[in-house]
């Protein structure tokens, strides 16, 4: 059988603020296939963004690795881990993945710039941008989007180079149910293409449409 596309083992991650300790991961693993789609739950607090943030290799886990396509991201320097980002990875987070003084097109052209390898698998970005439906929106600057715009523009700067991962926190979060369908179609057929997707999400919608549903509760799977 193939390899994960994603293997996390035993991730811990604390955090400390004067005196107050939050243990934000105690132990965490995660296995996810090619085509396959995880959703992650849990409250407020949980651990949900620290979990995607060590697993994009954007934070460093304390304890634990992480596996994506093969290639260690944990316990690497800043630049190792941003170059194996840019080779498997998507992130749709939501702080938002767009520069702002760029247009939406010129946001998903510079992402396939940094990634030079994946050529072969690349869209132009008008194409994503009619796939995501805003196409008429590629010469705007993301500070003009609606937001239901904004998650759009996000997703096809998350789907630039067609990665192996994709991460996404919330992606339809504050979005309405159109939209919401719209994106879950394209994590769908991400998947459908032989993609790991890890989705956090508390919408029934997108945890129903996810092939496992693991929730979190304070750091751990419950
Ligand atoms: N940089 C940080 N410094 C200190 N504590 C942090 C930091 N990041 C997260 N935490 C703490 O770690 C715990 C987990 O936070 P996290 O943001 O991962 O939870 P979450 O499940 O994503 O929550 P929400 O659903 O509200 O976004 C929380 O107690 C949070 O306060």
Request: net charge neutral; aromatic share 4%.
């Amino acid at each position: 059988m193939a390899a994960p596309v994603l293997s996390a083992y035993s991730m811990y991650r604390f955090f400390r603020a004067g005196e107050e300790e939050t243990f934000a991961l105690q132990g965490v693993g995660l296995e996810v296939e090619r085509g396959e789609t995880v959703a992650v739950t849990g409250p407020s607090g949980s651990g949900k963004t620290t979990l995607l943030n060590c697993l994009a290799g954007l934070d460093e886990p304390d304890g634990g690795t992480v596996h994506v396509a093969g290639e260690r991201i944990s316990h690497r320097t800043e630049r190792e881990r941003s170059a194996v980002r840019a080779r498997h990875i998507g992130v749709l987070f939501q702080s938002g993945n767009l520069l702002d003084h760029l247009t939406v097109r010129d946001n998903i052209a510079l992402v396939q710039r940094l990634a030079p390898g994946s050529a072969r698998t690349r869209v132009p970005p008008q194409e994503l941008l009619e796939r995501v439906g805003i196409a008429q929106r590629a010469g705007s600057l993301p500070g003009r989007l609606s937001g239901g715009e904004a998650a759009r523009a996000g997703l096809a700067v998350a789907l630039a180079n067609a990665p192996d991962l994709l991460l996404a926190d919330e992606p339809t979060g504050e979005v309405d149910g159109e939209t919401e369908r719209r994106l879950l179609a394209l994590l769908g057929e991400r998947a459908a293409a032989g993609a790991a997707v890890v989705v956090v999400t508390h919408s029934r919608a997108v945890a129903g449409a996810a092939d496992r549903v693991l929730r979190l509760r304070d750091g751990r799977w419950a």
